[in-house]
């Protein structure tokens, strides 16, 4: 049985390449869970049977659109916009929209497949979508980023609703383009309908600790799958891997559990602070004012800075926290880290380590916090932000706060259960595919041939 099981792993994934030709960050996404499936798949033949797998990873719905804009000098602009609803079975489409000029439909697949399971794993009811563009916001005016949003929002409006798809933000969507893009839906519908987007502004159904949950659930994450293993954050020299709110409130929140944040990095370049990143100063100068992480250096007194991203894996450290975007750790960075002692690894963003990184940090027994699973905070707020949005009523940043812990330690204990249970303990990349999967596979076989 184990060798037909490999057999039909085999063979999805080759006709998924086929299928899917040049979308290579999909083809990663897939290839990291169905092979960590396997023994579901010996166990519960059921899913073969119903040809679950073949069904999961093939989009429910793929939409691609033309997004024509005028910038400040009067110039049509034209990019393209995504949005893949990737599976309902467990609830309405939710995921985020990327704004970046990387953005193409295969990597829009391989945030849709991930958000699948990372939804899964909430324990909240929502199924997994993503969407995007190509456009790029830095350098871009308040009114073009506008007059983008107001464009984007025209087309995706056919598409999502409060019980269809509920879209939220991601690189380079912040609360300025959800803000816009809301306008835009109301003008289009002439209704107020708050719960058709996540991560909305407080004065128009926004919910406290939204922009901060991914962050500080990843550490929630990392918390308790330290102190299963008899160890705490308290002292362990830290460095974090992009600028944003993930990075940033990754880093405020393992700085209140004890932890020495030192190094945090943008695309450009890194900062080393031994003192530790001044997490006020890191907000005004990504957050606030949108520039480049080298201005630390000239706010805050020994602080260093070097060129080249990925430069910051080469720092000694104990916990290592990607949270800038897809591969940022391959192979070769995993072996540094290694060699300098690293215990535990917090994937932030999605899918920030490469399948032969996640490999090799599995094979020397360093813990691993997978991204699906540690960094599903954001998403589970934003369903939480939906369900204030349904009541209209708002809760109070300690009482999102409260439930966001609760959400991470049920997730870590879903992951580590599944993992114990399907020969793999300790194992949390293997355990949370496997957790987020069972809920998903179940509904989609109660529901039937659809």
Known sequence: MENNVKNITNKIISDLKIRNNGDKEFHQAVEEVLYSLEPVLVKHPEYIEQSIIERLVEPERQIIFRVPWIDDKGNVNVNRGFRVQFNSAIGPYKGGLRFHPSVNIGIIKFLGFEQIFKNSLTGLPIGGGKGGSDFDPKGKSDREIMNFCQSFMTELSKHIGMDIDVPAGDIGVGSREIGYMFGQYKRIKNANEPGVLTGKGLTYGGSLARTEATGFGLIYFINEMLAYH????????????????????????????????????????????????????????????????????????????????????????????????????????????????VIAIGEGANMPCTNEALNYFIEN????????????????????????????????????????????KNIFNMSKEAAKEYGHEGNYVVGANIAGFLKVADAMISQGII
Do not use: H
């Not at 100068?285 to 706010?299: D, G, H, P, T």
């Open 365 to 408: 027994k360093i813990l691993v916090a997978p991204a699906k699973a540690a960094n599903a905070g954001g998403v589970a707020t934003s369903a939480l932000e939906m369900s204030q949005n349904s009541m209209r009523l708002s809760w109070t940043f300690e009482e999102v706060d409260e439930k966001l812990n609760k959400i991470m």
């Open 230 to 341: 008899g160890m705490d954050l308290k002292g362990k020299r830290t460095i974090v891997s992009g600028a944003g709110n993930v990075a940033i409130y990754a880093a405020q929140k393992a700085k209140e559990l004890g932890a020495n944040v030192v190094a945090m990095c943008d695309s450009n370049g890194y900062v080393l602070d031994e003192d530790g990143i001044d997490i006020d100063i890191m907000t005004q100068i990504k957050v606030v004012e949108r520039k480049r992480i080298v201005e630390y250096v000239n706010r805050k007194q020994n602080a260093k800075y070097f060129e080249g991203q990925k430069g910051i894996w080469t720092i000694k450290c104990d916990i290592a926290l990607p949270c800038a975007t897809q591969n940022d750790i391959d192979i070769e960075q995993a072996k540094i880290l290694v060699e300098n002692g």
